[in-house]
C-alpha cells in the first residue's frame, strides 16, 4: 500500500512558472497591469475567442456573465450535476435556476430535458462540460436559436477540449474559465470570460472592476484627471499581474498537461476495462476530451464502502458531483423536480486522482487498490 496520500488533482508549477511570477513582483505593476491583457489575450488566441475578461476565480466569471446579460428576472436552466458555483451565479443574479437531467453515458446535461423545462420566463442555457467532455453543443444551440436564449458555457472543466474538431470557447455568448489548481492550468486563483460579442466584453470589464467605466475620462474633456462614471453595479473581481504570470507561464505547458492528462486516462482504460464492477467513462466521437476529472461508476458494490476503502488505501478519490438540489439551501426553493438519472449516477460515481504530475505508478497504485477493495467488498459479502 502507499505511504503517501494522493490526491484527485494537484497542481504543476515549474521554476520557469516561478521566474515569471518573480518578474511582475519586481516591477511596477502588480495588479490591473500590462500581464492581465496579454494573458486575455492568449487565452483568446488558444480557444478561438474573440473578447477576454480575466477575473479572480471562475465563480466570479459565471457571477458577472450572468450579470452582463442584463435579464431582469427569469429562469436560466442548468445540470445539477455540477459544482454549486454554476448555480449559485444564477441566484447572485435574482435570477431562478431550472435543473435538468444528465445523459447517462456522458453526465453532461440531455438536450432533450433542456426542452421539457423551457417555460415563457426562461432567458437562459448554463451547460457544463462535464470532467472535461463538450456537451452536446449543436443540439443546445438550436434549442437556444429556437427560443431565443442565452447561452453560457461552463467550461471550467474543459480548457483545450474540442467539439466538431474547434476548440470550447466560441461556442456560447459567453465562456467561463477556471483557474484554481485543481483545473487544466492555474492562477492559484482565477478565471475567464470569453465572448464574441463586444456589449458584453465592455459590461464585463465594467462588471469586473466595480461598475466603473474607465473610458469616461475621454468624453468627459479637461476634467478627465478624476472623472470616472459608475454605470452598473459591479464588484472588485480583478485579477492581479501576479496571476497573470503565472497563468501566461502555465498555458504554455498546457498541451503537455493535456496530453498527459490523456496518458493516464488510457492506461486507467488498459487496466480497468476488464473490471465488470467498474464502469468506465463514455468518450463522444466528435469531442477531444480534456479530462480534468476521471470518473468511474461501481455497479454491485457499494459507493460509500469503495469510497471508504480507497481512501484507507491512501487514494484520494472523491465524488463530483453532489446534485446542486440536495443542498439545504437549495431545498429552500422547493424546486420540485426529480431527477433520476443523475440520483442514479450520484450514487454509484467516484473520481479517480487524475493530474499531470501524476507517475505511472501512482496510476497503478489507484488500479491495485480498486481491485483490492472490490475483492474486499466480495469476501465480506460472503
Ligand atoms: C471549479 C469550477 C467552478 C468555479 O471555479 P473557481 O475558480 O473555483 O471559482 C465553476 N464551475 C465548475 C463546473 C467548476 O468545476
Known amino acids: ?115 421539457k423545462k423551457i417555460t415563457p420566463k426562461t432567458r437562459a442555457i448554463i451547460y457544463v462540460d462535464y470532467a472535461g467532455q463538450p456537451c452536446d453543443i449543436k443540439e443546445i444551440r438550436e434549442i437556444a436559436d429556437e427560443h431565443e436564449l442565452f447561452l453560457i458555457e461552463d467550461a471550467a472543466h474543459a480548457l483545450g477540449a474540442e467539439y466538431d474538431g474547434k476548440r470550447v470557447g466560441s461556442f456560447a455568448d459567453i465562456t467561463t474559465f477556471s483557474f484554481h489548481p485543481v483545473k487544466h492550468i492555474t492562477t492559484g486563483e482565477g478565471g475567464m470570460c470569453v465572448t464574441g460579442n463586444d456589449g458584453l466584453a465592455e459590461k464585463m470589464r465594467m462588471l469586473r472592476n466595480h461598475g466603473i467605466d474607465k473610458d469616461a475620462h475621454k468624453r468627459f474633456g479637461p476634467s478627465a484627471s478624476w472623472s470616472y462614471d459608475l454605470k452598473m453595479l459591479g464588484r472588485n473581481y480583478r485579477m492581479t499581474d501576479i496571476q497573470a504570470a503565472l497563468g501566461l507561464s502555465q498555458l504554455g505547458r498546457l498541451e503537455d498537461f493535456i496530453a498527459r492528462r490523456s496518458e493516464i486516462a488510457k492506461l486507467y482504460y488498459k487496466e480497468l476495462s476488464n473490471l465488470s464492477e467498474v464502469v468506465l467513462p463514455h468518450v463522444k466521437p466528435n ?96
Not at 455497479?299 to 469510497?307: A, I, L, N, S
Request: hydrophobic share 40%.
Open 287 to 382: 469531442v477531444r476530451h480534456v479530462w480534468h476529472l476521471y470518473t468511474i461508476q461501481v455497479e454491485g458494490v457499494d459507493r460509500d464502502r469503495f469510497f471508504t476503502g480507497m481512501r484507507t488505501r491512501n487514494i484520494g478519490v472523491n465524488v463530483h458531483y453532489i446534485p446542486v438540489y440536495k443542498f439545504s439551501y437549495y431545498r429552500n426553493f422547493k424546486l420540485e423536480a426529480v431527477f433520476p438519472v443523475t440520483e442514479q449516477t450520484f450514487s454509484r460515481i467516484v473520481t479517480l486522482p487524475l493530474f499531470p504530475k501524476m507517475t505511472d505508478v501512482d496510476a497503478l497504485n489507484v488500479v491495485t487498490a480498486i481491485r483490492e477493495t472490490i475483492r474486499e467488498e466480495q469476501m465480506e459479502l460472503k
Open 1 to 115: 500500500m502507499r505511504d503517501t496520500f494522493l490526491p484527485y488533482g494537484h497542481q504543476w508549477i515549474d521554476d520557469k512558472d516561478i521566474e515569471r511570477v518573480v518578474e511582475v513582483l519586481k516591477g511596477d505593476w502588480i495588479t490591473t497591469g500590462p500581464k492581465i491583457k496579454e494573458f486575455e489575450d492568449a487565452i483568446c488566441r488558444y480557444v478561438g475567442g474573440k473578447y477576454g475578461v480575466a477575473v479572480n476565480s471562475g465563480t466570479s466569471a459565471l457571477d458577472i456573465a450572468v450579470t452582463a446579460l442584463e435579464l431582469d428576472g427569469g429562469e436560466i436552466i442548468t445540470t445539477p450535476f455540477t459544482f454549486v458555483a454554476t448555480a449559485n451565479a444564477i441566484l447572485y443574479n435574482g435570477l431562478k435556476p431550472v435543473f435538468a437531467d444528465i445523459q447517462r453515458d456522458t453526465c453532461n446535461i440531455d438536450p432533450e430535458e433542456i426542452r
